[in-house]
């Protein structure tokens, strides 16, 4: 499926059907389902970085004088069980076996629906992170004392 990385803040917006139509300054020829994700980009601790939230459909593309940029309009919101997506420029490919629709629709408590799988994606990075690498553990890191290198002199070349 068709996928679009955008500010978590807008991403939301989008999911929670507060914004029908996201603005870009380039258009495209694509109609259809769109996966909408939010980027890695910090608009703050209540918003999902890095995971995709919806598909919606993706019925027209206009030219918006007032704005001087594309206004993509955008309907039929369907939620999905939220995962991590790392994201692109510009329109880009995810795997479909990835994407399951969320038994509920999605309200201004986004995270209602959404925040035990969060959980758990958590907990399985955390585990990752904090797994020590076997190098590590088979072998002690032995600090060695670090010493100064005093300067040599350079002998002065003489020409004959």
Not at 16 to 22: A, I, L, M, N
Not at 27 to 36: A, E, H
Not at 78 to 84: A, E, L, Q, S
Request: proline share 6%.
């Amino acid at each position: 499926m068709k996928a679009l990385s955008l500010h978590p803040m807008y991403a939301v917006e989008i999911a929670v059907g507060d914004k029908p139509e996201e603005y870009r300054t380039w258009k495209t020829d694509y109609r259809g389902d769109l996966l909408i994700c939010s980027s890695t980009y910090n608009d703050g601790w209540l918003y999902p970085r890095g995971y995709a939230l919806c598909v919606v459909n993706l019925y027209d593309i206009k030219w918006s004088e007032e704005d001087e940029c594309y206004a993509w309009q955008l309907k039929d919101i369907r939620p999905v069980v939220p995962f991590p997506v790392k994201g692109k420029l510009h329109l880009y490919d995810v795997d479909d076996k990835l994407i399951k629709l969320a038994k509920r629709k999605a309200n201004v408590q986004l995270f209602n629906w959404w925040q035990f799988d969060l959980e758990i994606i958590k907990a399985l990075e955390e585990k990752k992170i904090n797994k020590p690498k076997q190098a590590e553990t088979k072998k002690a890191k032995v600090e060695e004392p670090k010493y100064e290198v005093a300067k040599r002199r350079r002998p002065k070349l003489r020409s004959i």
